[in-house]
């Protein structure tokens, strides 16, 4: 062992072996460097049950013998080769207890091979010249939790393609989808994974390279570019991030050295049999440190605006996608994973002690309690979680037949139940228009034009309902087919009216959203919502409120049955004029155009307020309305005056104020 190597590594090292190593990414991998006097690469991976690593790669014609690798610490081993460059193609070469040889891709690597080649590169991360500081000094001031959020979910590759089907490279994506966010007003990007993963059609959830940005779409700096200049445009990125499992590639994290070494050794618990994963080991100390290091990357070194993170739910549950006999019991005889919760709050912990105003999202589908709460309050300690329950609910309701709607009423109004006891987003994402589930589109029931008009209704809804909004690509203007990885947006379809009036109302919806702080600001409290009709199951009506911090207020009324409602009373908070702002049934979107004037209040008790106003409700539509801001009362002239003189009587005469108070007393007090 080398002694001078061994000393430099003890920091590190006891770090990463505590699980506190959260930039482990610098020590280990590839790095450039110079070594008396010689440029070269230093290389570092940790193989606790190796009996040898080598490094192998072009520069020694793949040959295990030609660079054995130093053990400068148990578990880590190390060698500097002189002349190894930029690009240059690498692995480890790990000899199993077994004497078996394994060829395996660096797990810290910067950068990959394009697929079905998948060698490291070695890569240099500095010299990239950012240009975002504005944003992120914006940023770093500003209250995630109560900022208008519209996420734009996509695929890198598919979202659009060269004419040969080839796709564009990062920095190209910003190029082409930067006028179309801005244009369609959405806040910000979620990007389908983008750490190197092998198979195309896993989208990216199924990952080999947690320190890689895929090779398919460019180098490293591409990526950083493609961030840059989304930020220079106003728009926040944020990466799919996957640590509740990986893939059994052979060149992968799976049986590292020949044993279980990323994976959970516990056959009941280090593997998703349904996906052909393995689950990490999270209370494992150096796995802590590689995973956490991981998500701080890609906010540190990408300026990542937030992770959302993957299948939250099947890191919490021992027993999850299990049946009896296939999982065993915590400590304490549940099936929490308290190694998994353990590892969440403390990365959650990490990223957000460092960056509080970046995105931990959780996908988590389960009624898991306080996922939006504090580590140290009991929670896990993500800032905010998909609403996969209102998902569900929503979807099975707009795909019933609005004949059968009123039996299905409290789909619409359960989440509301719990509306509140998390930060939520609501997700209309990939997953729900793949695997023969349909597009959107071709969930709504009815003919061609009833599509279009169930599909208006519920964006109109959801963009109302508290939480923040994502949508994946293509739903924005009715595609068809449901998507594919393999082929681009069908972009053509906005030659036709229904599907460009759909997408304009979707853009008129993303402006009005931003534009009124009632529909974003007290997002995830009772003092941002009120119902106002929750109960008209028979005509599939709901109407509420929503509120901003300085009490003013939009009224959104929606009717998901195909039937005209005329004259329709409903009580209002303030007297006043009730306006029209948005409907989804006007004829610029697609609608048969029925429209409100402008609607004065009438006193008369209804639905808990003193006033109420007639409406007309469009069939299948959502219609936002103003609300009169409340007018001070004004006091007579003639009270006025009285209170002025009775003011300078109290000043001049103390003593009859006194002699009046002792009066009363003695008249309230009983006789003996």
């Known amino acids: 062992m080398n002694r001078a190597a061994a000393k430099d590594a003890e920091y590190p090292v006891y770090l990463f072996k505590q699980g506190n190593n959260q930039e482990a990414q610098r020590y280990f991998g590839a790095h450039l460097c110079e070594k008396d006097g010689q440029a070269g690469t230093i ?32 578990g880590v081993w190390e060698r500097f080769i ?14 199993t207890q077994w004497d078996e040889l394994l060829f395996k891709a660096d797990p810290y690597a910067f950068h990959a091979e394009t697929r079905p080649s998948n060698g490291s590169k070695v890569y240099n991360l500095e010299g990239y010249v950012w240009h975002d500081g504005a944003w992120l000094d914006a940023q770093e001031k500003q209250d995630i939790i109560n900022s208008p959020i519209s996420i734009y979910e996509m695929h890198m590759g598919s979202w659009k393609m060269k004419e040969d089907n080839a796709p564009y490279n990062y920095s190209e994506v910003a190029d082409l989808l930067i006028p179309y966010i801005k244009e369609m007003g959405y806040t910000h990007v979620e990007l389908l994974p983008i750490t190197e993963y092998p198979f195309d059609g ?28 989304m930020h220079q445009a106003g728009i926040g990125v944020i990466l799919d991030w996957v640590p509740a499992h990986f893939p059994k590639d052979g060149y992968g994290l799976y049986m590292f050295d020949g044993s279980p070494c990323y994976e959970d050794p516990n056959p009941r618990r280090g593997e998703h049999k349904e996906w052909g994963t393995m689950v990490f080991n ?40 299990r049946r009896d006999g ?50 140290e309050d009991g929670g896990l300690g993500f800032n905010f979680k998909w609403n996969m329950g209102w998902m569900n609910d929503m979807l099975s309701y707009m795909k019933t037949d609005p004949l059968f709607r009123a039996g299905n009423h409290g789909k619409v109004t359960f989440s509301f139940f719990y509306a509140f006891s998390e930060n939520f987003i609501l997700p209309i994402s990939h997953d729900e228009v793949v695997h023969g589930k349909c597009s959107l589109i071709n969930k709504m029931p009815g003919d061609y034009e009833a599509k279009f008009a169930n599909l208006r209704t519920f964006y109109g ?117 009730y306006k029209e702002l948005l409907s989804s049934d006007d004829a610029k979107y697609g609608g048969s155009n029925f429209h409100n004037p402008p609607v004065r209040s009438y006193k008369g008790a209804m639905h808990g307020f003193d006033q109420h106003i007639k409406i007309t409700l469009p069939p299948l539509s959502a219609v936002y309305f103003s609300v009169p801001m409340p007018r001070p009362r004004k006091p007579k002239a003639g009270a006025k005056a009285a209170g002025k003189t009775a003011a300078k009587a109290t000043a001049k005469k103390p003593a009859a104020k006194s002699t009046a108070k002792k009066a009363a007393t003695k008249a309230k007090t009983p006789k003996a």
């Open 43 to 74: 290389f570092r991976v940790w193989a606790p049950h190796a009996k040898a690593v080598s490094v192998v790669g072009d520069f020694n014609n793949w040959m295990p013998d030609s660079h054995p690798m130093d053990q400068i610490e148990e």
């Open 461 to 577: 809804y959801m963009m109302a309902h508290p939480g923040k909004k994502l949508l994946f690509m293509g739903q924005e203007f009715g595609q068809f087919i449901e998507w594919d990885e393999k082929k681009p947006l069908d972009w053509m379809l906005l030659g036709y009216d229904k599907h460009k009036q759909l997408q304009a109302y979707v853009r008129d919806l993303n402006a009005f959203y931003k534009e009124n702080p009632a529909m974003w600001q007290v997002d995830y409290s009772w003092e941002g919502f009120q119902w106002i009709v929750p109960d008209d199951n028979q005509q599939s009506v709901v109407i509420f409120l929503r509120r901003d911090a300085a009490g003013k207020m939009v009224l959104i009324a929606c009717n998901f049955n195909p039937v005209l409602r005329e004259d329709y009373k409903l009580g209002v908070p303030v007297s006043g004029t």
């Open 282 to 321: 999270y209370g494992m100390g150096e796995v802590q440190s590689f995973l956490i290091s991981s998500a701080l990357y890609w906010v540190d070194m990408y300026h990542m605006d937030g992770l959302r993170v993957d299948a939250v739910a099947s890191m919490l549950y021992l027993d999850y996608n």
């Open 326 to 375: 296939e999982w065993e019991p915590n400590i304490n005889g549940g099936k929490e994973n308290l190694e998994a919760i353990a590892f969440l709050q403390k990365c959650n912990g990490v990223v957000l002690g460092r960056h509080p105003h970046k995105m931990m999202i959780a996908e988590e589908s389960t009624a898991w309690p306080m996922v939006t709460k504090p580590a």
């Open 82 to 95: 002189p002349g190894i460059k930029e690009f240059d193609v690498y692995k480890f070469c790990i000899t």
């Open 202 to 229: 896993s989208w990216g959830y199924q990952v080999t390279g947690y320190f890689a940005p895929t090779s398919r779409y460019g180098t490293p700096k591409d990526l950083m570019a493609f961030v840059d200049k």
